[in-house]
């Protein structure tokens, strides 16, 4: 059974910092690409950041310079530092694991709020 578990989301006031951590279980994870998407009321799901098997990383244009992507193998965890949150950070963000054509996996979100 696949599970991806998001941890770590939470209140931050404007300009605030906050890590976020993702553990999969069920795949094999050094193989798969990770990523980290959110969706704001009333908008759709956009990507945020995602890193590749090999360490290679794309961060979504909003949150380039603040984002940053990264994971240990070793403890199946996917990582996503936020700093210089702003309002418009505040969302659900969902952990993704992909593999070729396979159906992705998503994790049930954990709730960000950038709020003073």
């Known amino acids: 059974q696949v599970q991806l578990v998001e941890s770590g989301g939470g209140l931050v006031q404007p300009g605030g910092s906050l890590r976020l951590s993702c553990a999969a279980s069920g795949i094999m994870f050094s193989i798969y690409t990770m990523g980290w998407y959110r969706q704001a009321p009333g908008k759709q799901r956009e990507l945020v950041a995602r890193i590749s098997s090999g360490g290679g990383t794309n961060t979504g244009d909003s949150v380039k310079g603040r984002f940053s992507i990264s994971r240990d193998n070793a403890k199946n965890t996917v990582y996503l530092q936020m700093n210089s949150l702003k309002p418009e950070d505040t969302a659900v963000y969902y952990c993704?694991?992909?593999?070729?054509?396979?159906?992705?996996?998503w994790g049930q979100g954990t709730q960000v709020t950038v709020s003073s």
């Open positions: 993704n694991a992909d593999y070729r054509s396979l159906a992705p996996y």
